[in-house]
Structures are given as structure tokens and as C-alpha cells.
């Protein structure tokens, strides 16, 4: 089973990932958490060019580069534990791409989806949990400032948190389009709920779902 979490940076994944990979593991499951960009020796490489440079790049190298780090891990990790009957979470897949890149960075989005179909090899996630956040409040929540409404302009943050809150009401927006169109996959949640509240959710939904 693939398990997928999307969100805004700051939305809090990191943290349900982690709650959800330890009840997962406490009910004797094999469970591989991993993230995008990363999850392999060469995704790893690309993830530090895309987030720590600070060189500019283009929309479309920031695709292909997001793109070619998602073949990666998708042939070298992904499709071989699939196989083997475990479970999978992963922190961002192709929704990200869709959100970031297509609405946020303005990147066609009929483009987008070929370049999406190569490199996940036609994998699909099972279920994919949304935590939804407004990006001012997710700017406050990284920096426990709530009277910071620019602080994804901060120099602390990596390449793509410094693009600027204007740009994350795009991603937000293209999220809210791609889960109208996909409902019987996504999972939308509110991120300004307690942590143990979500992670509740979250495991209520995958026995409903998945009762096996």
C-alpha cells in the first residue's frame, strides 16, 4: 500500500509521518517512510541542488530536476518494497508537482502530467492525506511568530520556502483544484488541529478504507 501526504511547507507531514510509521509498525506492519525530493543515493544528491543552492533555477529545470529525483526513487525504492507486500509513506509524490509547479511556478499543466506519467512509471498512491494550512499561518507556525506574514521570505528557509507567500496561495489554490478532482483518493484535513486529533483521523480513515 502507497501512502501519501501533501500539504504546504509547515503544514505539519513530518510529524503525522512519523505517529502514523510508528502505530503502523506497532501493529507489525513493514513500513518505509520516506520523502520527495530523496529516498536515494542519487534523489538525495538532487534533493540538496533543488532546496540548499542558492542559485536561481528555472521553472523548467525545477521540473525535470523534481522529476528525474522522483524516477529514482520510485524504480530504486518505491516499486521494489511495493512488491514485497510493504507499506509505503511518502512525504510528497506527483500531487507536489501538480501544486508547486503547475500552479505555483505557472508551468502547463498538460505538460506537467506527461512528464509526471514518465517518471512515476504509473504509480499511483492507494490513499494520500491532505493537511490543509493557510500559508500565513503555516509562515507563523515555522517561526512561532504569528506577526511575521512574510517569513516564507526568511533567509532560514530553503530555496523553495523563500518564494514568497504569494506563491504558496497558488500551491494551496492548486491543491484545493487537484482534490476536486481526485476525492475518492485524497483525505482533506484540517493542520490547525491538535497532532493527536489528525493522527486519530488519519488511522480511523485507513481502517475504513483498508479493514483488512
Do not use: W
Not at 42 to 69: M, N, Q, W
Not at 105 to 128: K, Y
Not at 159 to 172: L, N, T
Request: glycine share 6%; hydrophobic share 40%.
Amino acid at each position: 500500500m502507497l501512502i501519501t501526504f501533501e500539504g504546504i511547507d509547515g503544514a505539519g507531514k513530518s510529524t503525522q509521518i512519523k505517529k502514523l510509521l510508528e502505530s503502523l509498525s506497532a501493529e507489525g506492519r513493514e513500513v518505509l517512510a520516506l520523502r520527495e525530493p530523496g529516498g536515494s543515493e542519487v534523489a538525495e544528491k538532487i534533493r540538496s541542488i533543488l532546496l540548499e543552492s542558492r542559485h536561481e533555477i528555472t521553472p523548467i529545470g525545477e521540473l525535470l530536476l523534481f522529476s528525474a529525483s522522483r524516477a529514482e526513487i520510485v524504480q530504486e525504492v518505491i516499486k521494489p518494497a511495493l512488491a514485497t507486500g510493504k507499506t509505503v509513506i511518502l512525504d510528497r509524490f506527483f500531487d507536489s508537482t501538480t501544486a508547486y509547479q503547475g500552479y505555483g511556478r505557472g508551468i502547463n499543466l498538460e505538460l506537467l502530467q506527461s512528464i509526471i506519467a514518465i517518471s512515476t512509471c504509473g504509480t499511483v498512491p492507494d490513499i494520500t492525506f491532505y493537511l490543509d494550512i493557510e500559508p500565513e499561518e503555516a509562515a507563523a507556525r515555522k517561526f512561532s511568530q504569528p506577526s511575521l506574514p512574510l517569513a516564507f521570505e526568511s533567509d532560514e528557509l530553503d530555496r523553495m520556502e523563500r518564494s514568497g507567500v504569494a506563491f504558496y496561495h497558488k500551491v494551496r489554490q492548486g491543491y484545493l483544484d487537484i482534490i476536486s478532482r481526485n476525492k475518492e483518493r485524497f483525505i482533506s484535513i484540517d493542520a490547525l488541529l491538535p497532532e493527536m486529533v489528525i493522527h486519530r483521523q488519519i488511522m480511523a480513515m485507513l481502517a475504513k478504507r483498508f479493514p483488512a
